[in-house]
């Protein structure tokens, strides 16, 4: 607990009164200032673990923003549950936060807002939450706009560039262009105008998983990939659940592969 309230308050009331007692008074009104402030703080702020909740709320959201929920939206969500290892007063969590975020006219800035003060300044927990929101937009084959809408909403918020998101997309096989550049408007976002995600046949594009033009040089790939493996690997993701852990090595596997398969086309070592 942070006693600057209690130490200034006790400083205040010794200059005011000249005695020990103000002092007192002082520093007690300043206690409670402090926790006050900290119980807020607490509210606020997700717990350890806490990100359950506004995860599933924002899957419930994604799966109905399309108008309905499919079956294999459904399946995702149960999958999760059982790769997140959720006990059973967890996974009653979720399934209430998944019911609650596809309710009709749900507004998921304020979940998504909540899932930013989760990651605080961790990209590289970030990244899983995306990963995750990502299987959902994608769980029927090629996203509804309303989807890809709530998905640029939740990256915007985590700091996570259209690019960088692009490069996501296209780790599953999924190419797309955004075209109007980050622009947000409403609840979603996608102000942009854009080319929704298609599913390619030729797996990833290795560029598009390094966020880099295929004319780039020696220089810039290297740079790009030693950015991207560094924000990707799972050695910095600490406490976050297996799942989530496993899809931080899926994804520098795949940033790995991108990038020999570049080195390979363009004769560097």
Known sequence: MNFTGTIIGFMLGMWFTHNMLGGLIGGALGFMFDASRQQQQ???????????????????????????????????????????????DQRRVAIDAFNEGKQPEFNAAEVIDELRQWVGHRRDHAFPVIDVIIETVLAEGNPS???MAILRQLAFALRVSDMELMALMAMKGYAWNAGGGRSYGGQGGGG??????????????????????????????????????????????????????????????????????????????
């Open 42 to 88: 607490r509210r606020r702020t997700p717990a350890q673990g806490g990100y359950v909740a506004p995860l599933f709320t924002l899957i419930g959201a994604v799966a109905k923003a399309d108008g309905r929920i499919s079956e294999a939206e459904i399946a995702i969500a149960e999958r999760l549950m059982a790769r997140m290892g959720l006990d059973q």
């Open 145 to 147: 706009p309303e989807k």
């Open 192 to 269: 942009g105008s854009y080319t929704p995600p298609q599913r390619t046949t030729q797996g990833p594009d290795p560029y598009a998983v390094l966020g880099i033009q295929r004319d780039a040089d020696d220089r810039a790939i290297k740079r790009a990939y030693r950015k991207l493996i560094s924000e990707h690997h799972p050695d910095r993701l600490g406490d976050l659940p297996e799942d989530m852990r496993r899809r931080a090595e899926s994804r520098a596997s795949e940033i790995n592969a991108a990038y020999e398969r570049i080195k390979a086309e363009k004769g560097f070592k």
